[in-house]
């Protein structure tokens, strides 16, 4: 069973720091790339950050550059979203998402995680 597993969020107060984890299982997590996503309620889902399979990393939303990083550990199957200096605006839905284009696109996503900066 393919499952994207994310873990890790909460509230936190603003300036604090969180890292997200997302957890592979059923797929082959080494061969893919991942991304994070985030979704505010009403708002569309929106791209944070991206890694490829070998660990080459993307920030890819203007408004967390110098404060979010994005990782990989291919041995456990896990991904991570490093988020340091957190600000109310970061308040989300974090997503995790893994996908492959070979013969067609092959994606996953996670279930989500919220996250919650505020004093």
């Known amino acids: 069973q393919v499952q994207l597993v994310e873990s890790g969020g909460g509230l936190v107060q603003p300036g604090g720091s969180l890292r997200l984890s997302c957890a592979a299982s059923g797929f082959t997590f080494s061969g893919f790339s991942m991304a994070w996503y985030r979704q505010v309620l009403g708002k569309e889902r929106e791209l944070v950050a991206s890694?490829?399979?070998?660990?080459?990393?993307?920030i890819n939303l203007h408004s967390v550059k110098g404060r979010f990083t994005i990782s990989r550990d291919n041995a456990k199957s896990t991904g991570y979203l490093q988020m340091n200096s957190l600000k109310p605006d970061d308040t989300a839905v974090y997503y995790c998402?893994?996908?492959?284009?070979?013969?067609?696109?092959?994606?996953?996503w996670g279930q989500g995680t919220q996250v919650t900066v505020s004093s």
């Open positions: 998402y893994a996908w492959v284009t070979a013969w067609g696109r092959t994606e996953y």
């Open positions: 890694i490829t399979p070998d660990g080459s990393s993307t």
